[in-house]
Antibody
């Protein structure tokens, strides 16, 4: 069955860096666009970034552009999010999600359980 | 970026009620819209894609309609398991989510 398992979250000081990982299994990872989506405590969903199946195309929300970098390793069935220059407003649960086949920009049919990133001094 | 506005933000309803949630886009998105259900502490679950297509395994009491800028999610007969928060999402290259509608027990 399809599984997405995030890791790498934790407590980091403002200005610090963190790298999130998402391990995928149960499907042909290299066939799908993948995204990171976040949810601040008590708030709604915010798309962060997506990457095409072959890594040839990426896109970012304005709120993270220039600070976050999405990447993937299809040989390792893994998705990554490098987060630099972290701010308090980046505090959120970060989900990795698979875009439904034929839907590069969502709809997201599988999600991980999420990993919490807390940016605080 | 395209803004997605959901209404209402909170909805109080009883088991068996017909419930309708509206999502409006700031510009036309054709039928590129998805709906999700989220329960506390859990990841969202895809309900509807392409505005009206029911995701596999989702009960038929859920339905979606609309195109262009106005969309609705309808639950024909609210069940206890349906009390949750619902989000719309436009599926264009600069994708965005609506602010959410919390369906609570009346």
């Amino acid at each position: 069955q399809v599984q997405l398992v995030e890791s790498g979250g934790g407590l980091v000081k403002p200005g610090g860096s963190l790298r999130l990982s998402c391990a995928a299994s149960g499907f042909t990872f290299s066939d799908y666009y993948m995204s990171w989506i976040r949810q601040a405590p008590g708030k709604g969903l915010e798309w962060v970034s997506y990457i095409s199946s072959s890594s040839s195309y990426t896109n970012y929300a304005d709120s993270v552009k220039g600070r976050f970098t999405i990447s993937r390793d299809n040989a390792k069935n893994s998705l990554y999010l490098q987060m630099n220059s972290l701010r308090a407003e980046d505090t959120a649960v970060y989900y990795c999600a698979r875009a439904r086949r034929g839907y590069s920009y969502g709809a997201f049919d599988y999600w991980g359980q999420g990993t919490l990133v807390t940016v605080s001094s | 970026d395209i803004q997605m506005t959901q209404s209402p933000s909170t909805l109080s309803a009883s088991v068996g009620d017909r419930v309708t949630i509206t999502c409006r886009a700031s510009q036309s998105i054709s039928s590129w819209l998805a709906w999700y259900q989220q329960k506390p502490g859990k990841a969202p679950k895809l309900l509807i894609y392409k505005a009206s297509s029911l995701e596999s395994g989702v009960p038929s009491r859920f339905s979606g309609s609309g195109s262009g800028t106005e969309f609705t999610l309808t639950i024909s007969s609210l069940q206890p398991d349906d009390f949750a928060t619902y989000y719309c999402q436009q599926c264009t290259p600069r994708l965005t989510f609506g602010g959410g509608t919390k369906v609570e027990i009346k």
